[in-house]
Every structure is written in structure tokens, then in C-alpha cells.
């Protein structure tokens, strides 16, 4: 194997795809990154098992093609200590890497492709286009909910789910749900995945991109995305995720509309003296009026107070501060639309003038 190329574009794509690799004793080749050269084109590739990013680079110059593994650290290292406009000559000679830079020269340890371990048989059973800008505000508006090393562990990811009309994500980790939702055209085949936690954090970062039309296509036991020159593919969870429609309001009463502004001003105000442990504050609505109320074990309080147009039943009912705060901080409209269950237990929260997502937060008991 044998090729150049300028040490600017080879620093760019290593650092993207660098993010997955970390130290491991058990199985020293996952702190390697796969290189191949094939009909012209250079992929370099990283994996810490459940999740793997190609990057596709097209070789101008004279190269000759091969495939090695060798230290992702240590090649970027190199190139992050060489000029931006220098140019990279790397070659295999006498089972090592040899790397020459202006007037530096490397040899560095290469271990065999075969063992690097990879997704080359991925096959998929349902695949469609979406922009990605749609796909990113869809993570956004629900990646907060997920679960975080739940027992549970179908919870400690994103349901992603196509029904005959239209593209769901959805989190939960018992305690709050959020989904957003987005209209597909097209003959695509219904499905139902969960996404990892970590391969949801991964693909959000490399959605952060001019908007522009990515490929999806859903496997057995993966999810495949080509963003740009980027190949993105982790493992998905198996198992079966709750029911959360059964939970959704089948029948909504009169919303409590509030401003979406106030409410959060006077929510991060109470929470100042929420109890660090337990962060439940209280709700109290009546006529014209809504008054947050908090508490802690050093029988320290705060009140706030802003008016609404209300003239229902008094509510009063506890929740999790913050976990309303990370609702609020998803919804970008003037006011919000607050419906309590007929049990009393949850509130259904959306957004004025917008029908793509929706929240279930779980409440206190008092």
C-alpha cells in the first residue's frame, strides 16, 4: 500500500472519526483505525464495536492499493504537528508504516486488516431519504429523555419507528417521554429500532451540517447512515419498547395555556431552592394566577408568581423542575399547552402552533 496525499485533508477526517477510539487492553486493535485503498478511493475507518464511521476520500495521485491498521492516536498526532499545506507520503514496507512529512520520517507498528473487526455484511430490510437538518431537530427535541444505564435497557436509547405516513423519534426513561415526528413520502417499508444512547450523541454531532439530503437504511441488527463522505453504522438494541402511545391523551380537555417565557423564568427562579436530591417543586393554578412553590432540607423556600388566563378548577400538583426545563428548552413557540391525565399522575405538554412533538412528564406523589 502506497499513497499521498495533503496533510489538511487527511487531519479533518481523522479527527471526525477519531472520537471512537479509546484505550482497550482486551482488544488493542479497536485503538487502531482500518486504512484500505481501493479503485481510487481511501477509507479510513474506526470502531469501538457497537458504533463504526467510514470516511471516503478519492485519491488523485499515483497510489498503489492495500489495507493496513496502525495507531489512530499516534497518526493524528503526527499530522497535528505537521504544516496544514504539507503533503503526507505513506507507504508499507517491511510489514511497518513509513511516514515522511517535510523533514520528518516515522515508522509506526501496523497490525493486520483481517482482525480489524467491521460491518463490511451489512444488509438492510428498509432504507428511505431524509434531510438532515429534519433528522437532527428530531434528536434534539427528544435525545434528553433517554435513559441513562437504565436496568431496563431497551430504555438507554431512541426509538426510531416509520408507521404508513410518517417518521417518530421517541425517549424515555420512565419518567418523561418526549416524541417528535416528521411526514415521509414515498414506498418505504415500516420499522421499528432502538438506537444506543452513545450511537444517538455520535450521530447528532455529525448531523451538524448544511442541510442537505442524507441515506438511512435499517438492518436487523444495525442502522447505516452515508452523511456526506461520512458512513455512520451502530448496533442496535434488541428488545421491545414500551408502549408508549397508551400513555398519550386520548381525549384532551381545555389546555392551561402559559407563556412559555414566564413560565421557564419563574421555574429556573424556585429551582435555586429545590432540593438537590428529590428537585420537586410545586405547581399551584387558579383563577387568572400560576404560583411555583420549592423547598429544601435546610427549610429554605421560594415563590413565584405570574398571571394566566384561567378560570378552571384549582390544580396543584408537584413535578421535577428540571425535567420541564429540559422541555422548555426544546419548544421555541410563544406559548405552551398544558394538559393534566385524568389520573392525575402526568401532564401533556405541547407547543402552540406546532403538532410534530409532544411531551409526558410523570408527576410527584405529594
Given at each position: 500500500?502506497?499513497?499521498?496525499?495533503k496533510?489538511?485533508?487527511?487531519t479533518?477526517h481523522?479527527?471526525?472519526?477519531?472520537?471512537?477510539i479509546?484505550?482497550?487492553?482486551?482488544?488493542?486493535?479497536?485503538?487502531n483505525i482500518?486504512?484500505v485503498?481501493?479503485?481510487?478511493?481511501?477509507?479510513?475507518?474506526?470502531t469501538?464495536i457497537?458504533?463504526e464511521?467510514?470516511?471516503?476520500?478519492?485519491?488523485?495521485t499515483?497510489?498503489?492499493?492495500?489495507?493496513?491498521?496502525?495507531?489512530?492516536?499516534k497518526?493524528?498526532?503526527?499530522?497535528r504537528?505537521?504544516?496544514e499545506s504539507?503533503?503526507?507520503?505513506?507507504?508499507?514496507d517491511?510489514?511497518?508504516?513509513?511516514?515522511?512529512?517535510n523533514n520528518?520520517?516515522?515508522v509506526?507498528?501496523?497490525?493486520?486488516?483481517?482482525?480489524?473487526p467491521?460491518?463490511?455484511?451489512?444488509?438492510?430490510?428498509?432504507?428511505?431519504?431524509i434531510?438532515s437538518?429534519?433528522?437532527?431537530?428530531m434528536?434534539?427535541?427528544?435525545?434528553?429523555?433517554m435513559?441513562k444505564?437504565d436496568?431496563?435497557?431497551?430504555l438507554?436509547?431512541?426509538?426510531?419507528?416509520?408507521?404508513?405516513t410518517?417518521?417518530?423519534?421517541?425517549a424515555?426513561?420512565?419518567?418523561r417521554?418526549?416524541?417528535?415526528?416528521?411526514?415521509?413520502?414515498?414506498?418505504?417499508?415500516?420499522?421499528?429500532?432502538?438506537?444506543?444512547?452513545?450511537?444517538i450523541?455520535?450521530?447528532?454531532?455529525?448531523?451538524?451540517?448544511?442541510p442537505q439530503?442524507?441515506?438511512?437504511l435499517?438492518?436487523k441488527?444495525n442502522?447505516?447512515?452515508?452523511i456526506?463522505e461520512?458512513?455512520f453504522?451502530?448496533?442496535?438494541?434488541?428488545g421491545?419498547?414500551?408502549?408508549y402511545?397508551?400513555?398519550?391523551?386520548?381525549?384532551k380537555?381545555?389546555p392551561?395555556?402559559?407563556n412559555h417565557?414566564?413560565l421557564?423564568?419563574?421555574?429556573l427562579?424556585?429551582?435555586?431552592?429545590?432540593?438537590?436530591?428529590?428537585c420537586?417543586?410545586?405547581?399551584?393554578?387558579?383563577?387568572n394566577?400560576?404560583?411555583?412553590?420549592?423547598?429544601?432540607?435546610?427549610?429554605?423556600?421560594?415563590?413565584?408568581?405570574?398571571?394566566?388566563?384561567?378560570?378552571g378548577?384549582?390544580?396543584?400538583?408537584?413535578?421535577?423542575?428540571?425535567?420541564?426545563l429540559?422541555?422548555l428548552?426544546?419548544?421555541n413557540?410563544?406559548?405552551?399547552?398544558?394538559?393534566?391525565?385524568?389520573?392525575?399522575?402526568?401532564?401533556?405538554?405541547?407547543?402552540?402552533n406546532?403538532n410534530t412533538?409532544l411531551?409526558?412528564?410523570?408527576?410527584?406523589?405529594?
Amino acid at each position: 500500500m502506497k499513497f499521498n496525499i495533503k496533510n489538511n485533508i487527511l487531519t479533518k477526517h481523522l479527527q471526525k472519526i477519531n472520537r471512537l477510539i479509546v484505550k482497550n487492553t482486551s482488544l488493542p486493535i479497536l485503538e487502531n483505525i482500518l486504512i484500505v485503498i481501493k479503485e481510487g478511493i481511501l477509507s479510513l475507518t474506526a470502531t469501538n464495536i457497537e458504533i463504526e464511521l467510514i470516511c471516503n476520500i478519492k485519491i488523485l495521485t499515483e497510489h498503489k492499493p492495500g489495507s493496513v491498521t496502525v495507531s489512530g492516536r499516534k497518526l493524528l498526532d503526527i499530522c497535528r504537528n505537521t504544516s496544514e499545506s504539507s503533503e503526507i507520503k505513506i507507504k508499507i514496507d517491511a510489514n511497518k508504516m513509513h511516514i515522511i512529512s517535510n523533514n520528518s520520517n516515522y515508522v509506526l507498528t501496523i497490525l493486520p486488516s483481517d482482525d480489524f473487526p467491521n460491518h463490511n455484511n451489512f444488509q438492510h430490510v428498509s432504507e428511505f431519504f431524509i434531510s438532515s437538518n429534519i433528522l437532527k431537530k428530531m434528536i434534539e427535541k427528544t435525545q434528553f429523555a433517554m435513559g441513562k444505564q437504565d436496568v431496563r435497557y431497551y430504555l438507554n436509547g431512541m426509538l426510531l419507528e416509520k408507521n404508513s405516513t410518517s417518521l417518530y423519534t421517541v425517549a424515555t426513561d420512565g419518567y418523561r417521554l418526549g416524541i417528535a415526528k416528521d411526514f415521509l413520502r414515498g414506498n418505504i417499508i415500516p420499522f421499528s429500532v432502538i438506537i444506543p444512547r452513545k450511537g444517538i450523541i455520535e450521530l447528532y454531532k455529525l448531523l451538524n451540517i448544511k442541510p442537505q439530503l442524507i441515506h438511512v437504511l435499517i438492518g436487523k441488527n444495525n442502522i447505516r447512515i452515508h452523511i456526506e463522505e461520512l458512513i455512520f453504522t451502530a448496533q442496535l438494541i434488541e428488545g421491545q419498547y414500551p408502549d408508549y402511545k397508551s400513555i398519550l391523551l386520548k381525549k384532551k380537555n381545555y389546555p392551561i395555556i402559559l407563556n412559555h417565557k414566564l413560565l421557564k423564568q419563574s421555574l429556573l427562579r424556585v429551582s435555586i431552592l429545590a432540593d438537590k436530591n428529590f428537585c420537586g417543586i410545586e405547581m399551584h393554578i387558579k383563577k387568572n394566577e400560576f404560583k411555583v412553590l420549592s423547598d429544601n432540607q435546610e427549610e429554605e423556600k421560594a415563590e413565584d408568581s405570574f398571571k394566566i388566563n384561567y378560570c378552571g378548577d384549582e390544580i396543584e400538583i408537584s413535578i421535577n423542575v428540571y425535567y420541564i426545563l429540559d422541555v422548555l428548552n426544546t419548544i421555541n413557540s410563544e406559548n405552551i399547552f398544558l394538559f393534566l391525565n385524568e389520573s392525575n399522575n402526568a401532564i401533556q405538554i405541547e407547543a402552540e402552533n406546532e403538532n410534530t412533538s409532544l411531551y409526558v412528564i410523570m408527576l410527584l406523589r405529594r
